[in-house]
Nanobody, 126 residues
């Protein structure tokens, strides 16, 4: 079981930036897929960005390409999401997800991940 704790959510104005962090613990896998999802009230959870250990590639939803950057620090078991040029439509609860199964690597669908954090609120005002 992987424990995930997100932090960094805040209220910002449109055009601003935030950096979300996710700290993972409780696992010894050499490789793991990790991702950021978000869910706004009344909407389905959607994938934002994904990455996996050992790969230089990252995967993004079209809505955030060019604005968000996912990264990981394997030494710290940490995952980050740098969010720039924030828009009001980015307002959501942001969740960190992780899964050691190779099938989850690079995926932006919630069903690919079995470990989730509690979420952190991001609010962007116009």
């Amino acid at each position: 079981q992987v424990q995930l704790v997100e932090s960094g959510g805040d209220s910002v104005q449109a055009g601003g930036s935030l950096r979300l962090s996710c700290t993972a613990s409780g696992y010894t896998y050499s490789y793991i897929g990790m991702a950021w999802f978000r869910q706004a009230p009344g909407k389905e959870r959607e994938g934002v960005a994904a990455i996996y250990t050992g790969s230089p590639r990252s995967y993004y939803a079209d809505s955030v390409k060019g604005r968000f950057t996912i990264s990981q620090d394997n030494a710290k078991n940490a995952l980050y999401l740098q969010m720039n040029s924030l828009k009001p439509e980015d307002t959501s609860i942001y969740y960190c997800a992780a899964d050691p199964r190779w099938a989850s690597f690079g995926q932006l669908i919630p069903s690919a991940y079995k470990n989730w954090g509690q979420g952190t609120q991001v609010t962007v005002s116009s």
